[in-house]
């Protein structure tokens, strides 16, 4: 077997998230190193482009027709301005106005981190997967469901930066609730940069955190504004309030993020029968209203600005109006939002849902169906990518363990087919031919050690060797490897004089007061 | 909400498998009714078609330069005759033979049941889903692993009946290890007819169980010799001997179905690593060098006879030899398996599987993803549609339930998405207008019945609610639906003189012996 060192060096495969061995002393976690995705099959397409057309003219007509409330007068006046028919808080949109503003969207951009390695590119055939975000309780196998708090908050950002398969930062993985309202921005973002070096999200609530956060970005990256303006690396969700509502905090996340060329991804949440009509064509015909306004505002603030269209379309259930996620229908709803999304040419932002209550069949399956639905669809920015659990509700643990080898799966099932003349393996099947078997073959031994995807969570162990080891399910897994992941993490390096002016700021801002909590 | 009723005859939804209410006295389990699947969207495309035909060439240089085993005299005879190169037990085919034989392969049939009703079309953009088929083992989650049995065998067959997304049976769901091999075929069988009347599979375990198998089905639609060669009414699994061989009761399998124009489903088993090379693509050429050979095989029997390009090509762990399955390897190997089927023009059979070892996360994703890769693939006849478990070692009823919940949810996703102009629903969010909700809407009242997928085994409750159900698990509810399923569960009717048809002739074989036990 002298070729295993060559051909582990050709195709890298196995290895921790941190220094080799693991400050556990264990195996490091079988994880592949990180990778930039690229979806190399063209995206599925359930509706004809006349019936795209017609969502499209049906949210142009709910636009000009309806119209959607702005309420902070100052993005009314400039609405206005630009041609826009202002009533009261109502704002109607002529079709041409709106397509005219989203034309100037650029349809792919880099989202820089402070380690250059962990840029994304956002757009286009790229696809990049995000932790949990926002959820108010954290939980796991052991402790049980509990109030989000800064802890579990801090350690969600290490499993972030442990895996390879995470991209980004989608915003707080659990809302560190602990941390007063005032300063939690500055706190949690402070961490955002040192515990991990991937690019991340503020959120808008109100003009000074938001700003709080592009000068926290910046001050990581060691970066002079000029080159922040040129480089975009911060991104904020900005959500609707579905139907038809832009509200104040974030409109001022706009006219701040987009106004320094940073990225802001428009995302209505429009949930079937409670926020949007009971049809799925319906509620992406809301989604794709809000989310043209939202972007044309955008554009409006400052031409060029990077943008990305959001779908969070799903369903409730009928019957009790509690949310549905990873149905049938949210597959379809993703799928469309990614063509609606590419007939604008802007980047398509989704998620990776569930509404299980704890990481059982109904979570991975739920999941995959919501994996499926993204992966076939066009994504761009995942998010929620791994921990997400309950609708939303919880981070979990165990969900962000098992999320991270789903995500790996999807990654591998994007990598082209070897179809090289070896890899066909002729001469493999003419050396053991019938009736053999192909253990030592040659071919075998040459490509054994990373032939095929090796799992984090999957048990593949025989049923008397299961019983064994103590009937242990994918859950139990995934506990011992999040608690591994958490003892081998490695902080990442920082040049002293960025931790410095960062501490600096923070605490200069907290010294202040922080921020006001009566947005 | 008068218009309940209307939109439920417009769309029916939710129906139980047996009579209004059930035998149980609950509600009937929530499912869809019995519906023939369509493939509204292209199959997906991994390899491009120059790849495709490196594959399929590679295939037939496997087969002209090593060839393959055939170990019937008979059929080496007959091969012989047809121009193949045959040395002892070594068959190599000329490629324009191969292409030649298996031009003739019908691209579509129809699979007959004894209720017209369970008809099954066989290609083109039908898919059908059967139960599991064959495991040694079975298990509950109250009666745990244990081995296969005919009470176990028998409510397999009943869930079958009960569930409408099951089209066929697979095989026996658990084989029915305390039923003597003599004439386990004919109890079996019969039972496969009295419990159900959708169509189903035989064994080609040698020539006697392959013409009872025939006769069985004959019997049980009630119809001549003439009527059975004209209407394919079985199926039968031919699998190689992976790799290169095909032995003697698969082929007196072959050379009884086909000859009476039954329908063969050639089914290599090439686990990359294993039985076949440790490449997906080399995996692949040997599945498409021995499925041509025994399709190839069939079209000499019989031109014409009905014949299935079954895929089966999975890896294994090799740090372990334990076979993996809904793998990313998996998928790819899936979808390309269709394509070779479409290249040919040849329905394409292919499986829903895991390898957990129990109903948890681990058997939901592996399943999602075999089921995505089958889905997007393009696949067929879908073999193991419900209640693998541990490689096909077992046979779970829990696991039964979970899948038909899945395999009805990817059905849902394969529905058009409805987009008339009421389904965009402008009106209905005019109607509503900025900041309010849809709960109380006319458009919703109108549809909400009916509006979105119930799922049987997904528990939508908040937590508070989830906690005071005791916090129930997936597999826990999957318990419950199998139990009332089985309660509920209504034999279907049978002409009388059809059954005491069927049952002289299983008594008559019966007291004949059956069939050999040295096969």
Known sequence: MTNTDVETSRRPRREGGGRRGGASGRNPVPQLPRRKLKRLFPPMQIVSADELESIHHASLKVLSEIGMDFTLPEARDMLKKAGATVDGERVRFDPAMIEELIASAPSEFTFHARNPENDQQIGGDAITFGTVASPPNSSDMDGGRRTGNYQDYR????????????????????????????????????DAVLLTDKPFHAYSLGTERIRDGIEIARIGRGISHEQLEREPSLFTIINTNSPLKLDTPMLRGILEMSSRNQIVCVTPFTLAGAMA?????????????????????????????????????????????????????????TIVGGQLARRYKIPFRTSNTCAANTVDAQAAYESVFSLWGL?????????????????????SFEKFVLDCDLIQMVGEFMQPLETTEDALGVEA??????????????????????????????????????????????WQKANAVWKQALADYQEPAIDPAVKEELNAFVEKRKSEGGAPTDF
């Open 429 to 474: 099947i003419r050396e053991v031919g019938p009736g053999g078997h192909f253990f030592g073959a040659q071919h075998t031994l040459a490509r054994y050690t990373n032939a095929f995807y090796a799992p984090i969570v999957s048990d593949w162990r025989n049923n008397q060797q299961w019983l064994a080891a103590g009937k242990p399910e994918a």
């Open 375 to 395: 992966t076939m669809g066009g994504g761009n920015l995942i998010m929620h990518g791994a921990g997400w659990l309950e609708g939303g509700l919880v981070a």
């Open 277 to 333: 009509p009971v049809t799925v064509a319906g509620a992406l015909v809301e989604q794709n209203a809000e989310a043209l306004a939202g972007i044309a505002f955008t554009q409006l603030v400052r031409k060029g600005a990077p943008v990305i269209y959001g779908g969070f379309t799903s369903n409730v259930d009928m019957k009790s109006g509690a949310p549905a996620f990873g149905t049938p229908e949210y597959m379809k709803a």
């Open 155 to 190: 350690n969600f950002l290490k499993l972030a930066q442990y895996f390879n398969c995470i991209g980004f930062l989608s915003g707080y993985p659990v809302e560190p609730i602990d941390v007063h309202a005032s300063i939690r921005h500055l706190e949690a973002l402070r």
